[in-house]
């Protein structure tokens, strides 16, 4: 198939940016959404062009390194699939294909399709750790948890950090990000000593990185490649207000 690509392409942080057009031609497919770039970027090579910047990692939709908008959605159009497990029989023949990087005042362009997500390290980073006791690892039944309870930590869990919940929030809010790694460990005996103060400081770490307010959009849980649900934010939202008010 032959298409061609509209990139956001842009040398570095203080450039102004612009979208530039490319003919791709002889595209399985079968290919990836990568492999296209990839197939680009090698002829963008061999003219002497520089090549198009992009993140990529895994590419098995578990690392979440890959990061674009395609045609004014996060990951592209495929609900519940990450960049690099989307494939090219979702386009058709002739189609021109906007993709830029993820827009969010807290995720700077660092180059063209490449942002800067360090934001989300700090969130992490401020969540701090868990208590648990040295030695030995204990039995894996030695503390019940509730199946539910199991399942929703779980559901949280499988968050990969992508940001594609600030890339398509209108506010570049990141809390259905931070929802769901509070959650995960407040769930679960072993997260509950620091959970007021986890809460309290990954919220505050999040404001400090010059995220948005949530306003209940739910356009972060549409683009989830993970799906996880708007109801994680309901949930931190009573934690937040739980913690606040026992260090009153």
């Given at each position: 198939?032959?298409?061609?690509?509209?990139?956001w392409?842009?040398?570095?942080?203080?450039?102004?940016?612009?979208?530039?057009?490319?003919?791709?031609?002889?595209?399985?497919?079968?290919?990836?959404?990568?492999?296209?770039?990839?197939?680009?970027?090698?002829?963008?090579?061999?003219?002497g062009?520089?090549p198009?910047a992009?993140?990529?990692?895994?590419?098995?939709?578990?690392?979440?390194a890959?990061?674009?908008?395609?045609?004014?959605?996060?990951?592209?159009?495929?609900?519940?699939?990450?960049?690099?497990?989307?494939?090219?029989?979702?386009?058709?023949?002739?189609?021109?294909?906007?993709?830029?990087?993820?827009?969010?005042?807290?995720f700077?362009?660092?180059?063209?399709?490449?942002?800067?997500?360090?934001?989300?390290?700090?969130?992490?980073?401020?969540?701090?750790?868990?208590?648990?006791?040295?030695?030995?690892?204990?039995e894996?039944?030695a503390?019940?948890?509730?199946?539910?309870?199991?399942?929703?930590?779980?559901?949280?869990?499988?968050?990969?950090?992508?940001?594609?919940?600030?890339?398509?929030?209108?506010?570049?809010?990141?809390?259905?990000?931070?929802?769901?790694?509070?959650?995960?460990?407040?769930?679960?005996?072993?997260?509950?000593?620091?959970?007021?103060t986890?809460?309290?400081?990954?919220?505050?770490?999040?404001?400090?990185?010059?995220?948005?307010?949530?306003?209940?959009?739910?356009?972060?849980s549409?683009?989830?490649?993970?799906?996880?649900?708007?109801?994680?934010?309901?949930?931190?939202?009573?934690?937040?207000?739980?913690?606040?008010?026992?260090?009153?």
């Amino acid at each position: 198939m032959d298409i061609q690509v509209r990139v956001w392409r842009q040398s570095g942080p203080t450039d102004t940016g612009r979208m530039v057009s490319y003919d791709v031609k002889d595209i399985s497919p079968d290919a990836s959404f990568l492999e296209m770039l990839d197939v680009l970027n090698e002829k963008l090579i061999l003219d002497g062009d520089d090549p198009i910047a992009f993140d990529h990692d895994c590419r098995e939709g578990i690392c979440g390194a890959c990061s674009m908008v395609i045609d004014g959605t996060a990951h592209g159009p495929e609900k519940a699939t990450t960049t690099c497990q989307l494939h090219m029989r979702h386009f058709k023949q002739g189609d021109t294909i906007d993709v830029e990087p993820w827009r969010a005042a807290a995720f700077p362009v660092i180059k063209d399709l490449v942002v800067d997500r360090t934001a989300f390290d700090q969130i992490i980073q401020a969540g701090g750790y868990i208590t648990a006791p040295t030695g030995a690892a204990p039995e894996a039944h030695a503390t019940p948890v509730p199946k539910a309870d199991a399942d929703l930590a779980f559901e949280a869990a499988t968050c990969i950090g992508c940001g594609a919940c600030v890339a398509a929030c209108p506010n570049g809010s990141a809390m259905l990000f931070t929802a769901a790694k509070v959650a995960h460990l407040g769930l679960m005996p072993q997260g509950q000593p620091e959970r007021d103060t986890r809460v309290i400081d990954m919220l505050q770490a999040q404001d400090d990185a010059g995220f948005g307010g949530c306003t209940n959009m739910g356009e972060c849980s549409q683009v989830c490649p993970k799906g996880i649900p708007l109801t994680l934010i309901g949930r931190l939202n009573s934690d937040y207000r739980k913690a606040v008010r026992k260090q009153l």
